[in-house]
């Protein structure tokens, strides 16, 4: 019986095999080099790649700190105001997310900004149809290209079930992630018996434009009852049943339902939802299309955010403890807000529609 045995090359042997094979070996070093640069070059290009490759190696233990972060039983906090306004200003989320989100995404919006809903509804095809935080569009299909379906049956859900017992109704992602506290103080600004919508103004493809759907945006009690009793009755041309740009073709319905889109940017012109990672907004590192599809213009530093900032999208679930973490488990003695905020510090006014319509992508 032959016992293979492993022998270490010897000296001799190895500058015979560099000399017979030294253009592969700088073949594959080269190639290796370019690898390597192309992978830095992404990096840098896209933190999102960070931190795919950081999941290959690391995991973290999401329920456990979604448990965590429910608690905040430790912290040292006056929140007397926005209590106050818990209870005046009434908001029904709903999260548009899927089945694969269970572990791991929808415990996370849950423990952070979604327990800061007045009722928060994830849309999905759940496998527990009985749970009451889920909305189940099962009947719908969960791909991407179901969209608008899933949405419109959000606001006919809302419009059936909830109409009379919330102000507003907000629809977000669930990369989305929102500051609810604020959202309500710029509400508070709003009569929710009176048809508008808030949200990132684009304005494109439709005379008053529409508000993008990975930012968030949320529409009044009458602008859902004139969105369901008006836009829905529509024929196709008018208002999409179904299809993948979603904040498009309900901006459309909401635009032919007579539902106008409303100011939300503060009196010194700084943007309140936000349709990236708020560290883009900052750096100025924002996606161009943004620069033409933004109703107001662009502005990065300390310009780019209201203080009262509502919200920010494409933060995965670590992303969005961190975020948490830093807006509500950090506190910075002796900086608190003035008694007398003023009133005109977010005008309420409609954003006037232009004359002709721009649909270049």
């Known amino acids: 019986m032959n016992v293979f045995r492993f022998r270490f090359p010897t000296i001799q042997q190895l500058k015979r095999s560099l000399k017979n094979h030294w253009g592969k070996l700088l073949i594959f070093c080269f190639l290796l080099v370019v690898f390597a640069g192309v992978l830095?070059?992404?990096?840098?290009?896209?933190?999102?790649?960070?931190i795919f490759a950081r999941s290959l190696f690391r995991s973290f233990d999401y329920k456990r700190l979604a448990k965590e972060y429910s608690d905040e039983s430790t912290l040292y906090v006056d929140t007397t105001k926005a209590d106050e306004l818990f209870k005046k200003v009434k908001i029904?989320?709903?999260?548009?997310?899927?089945s694969s989100k269970l572990d791991k995404t929808i415990?996370?919006?849950?423990?952070?900004?979604?327990?800061?809903?007045?009722?928060?509804?994830?849309?999905?095809?759940?496998?527990?149809?009985?749970?009451?935080?889920f909305l189940s569009t099962c009947h719908i299909g969960e791909g991407s290209s179901h969209l608008t379906a899933k949405v419109r049956h959000a606001f006919k859900v809302s419009y059936?079930?909830?109409?009379d017992d919330y102000d507003w109704f907000l629809k977000a992602d669930d990369d989305t992630y929102l500051v609810m506290e604020n959202l309500r103080y710029v509400?508070?600004?709003?009569?929710?018996?009176?048809?508008?919508?808030?949200?990132y103004h684009f304005q494109k493809f439709m005379h008053q434009g529409y508000a993008s759907g990975g930012a968030g945006y949320v529409v009044s009690r009458k602008g859902v009852k004139d969105?369901?009793?008006?836009?829905?009755?529509?024929?196709?041309?008018?208002?999409k049943k179904d299809g993948e740009i979603e904040d498009k073709y309900i901006g459309q319905c909401l635009e032919a339902s007579g539902v106008p889109v409303l100011s939300s940017i503060d009196r010194f012109e700084r943007q309140t939802f936000h349709t990236d990672k708020i560290w883009q907004h900052v750096w100025g590192t924002f996606p161009k299309y943004l620069v033409s599809y933004s109703r107001d213009p662009m502005?990065?530093?300390?310009?780019?955010?209201?203080?009262?900032?509502?919200?920010?999208?494409?933060?995965?679930?670590?992303?969005?403890?961190?975020?948490?973490?830093?807006?509500?488990?950090t506190?910075?003695?002796?900086?608190?807000?003035?008694?007398?905020?003023?009133?005109?510090?977010?005008?309420?006014?409609?954003?006037?529609?232009?004359?002709?319509?721009?649909?270049?992508?």
């Open 227 to 239: 969105l369901v009793e008006k836009g829905f009755q529509m024929d196709e041309e008018r208002c």
């Open 40 to 50: 830095v070059l992404i990096a840098v290009q896209n933190e999102d790649f960070v």
């Open 299 to 329: 502005k990065d530093g300390s310009n780019c955010c209201s203080q009262f900032l509502i919200s920010f999208h494409h933060v995965d679930a670590g992303a969005m403890i961190f975020v948490h973490q830093l807006l509500y488990r």
């Open 160 to 163: 059936d079930n909830y109409l």
């Open 92 to 98: 029904l989320c709903f999260v548009i997310t899927t």
């Open 107 to 133: 415990p996370v919006v849950n423990a952070t900004w979604g327990q800061r809903c007045n009722r928060v509804l994830f849309v999905l095809c759940p496998p527990d149809k009985n749970n009451p935080h």
């Open 187 to 199: 509400l508070s600004h709003h009569d929710p018996n009176k048809p508008g919508y808030l949200g």
């Open 331 to 361: 506190s910075v003695y002796g900086r608190n807000l003035p008694q007398n905020i003023p009133s005109d510090l977010f005008p309420v006014k409609k954003v006037p529609p232009k004359d002709v319509i721009d649909n270049k992508i």
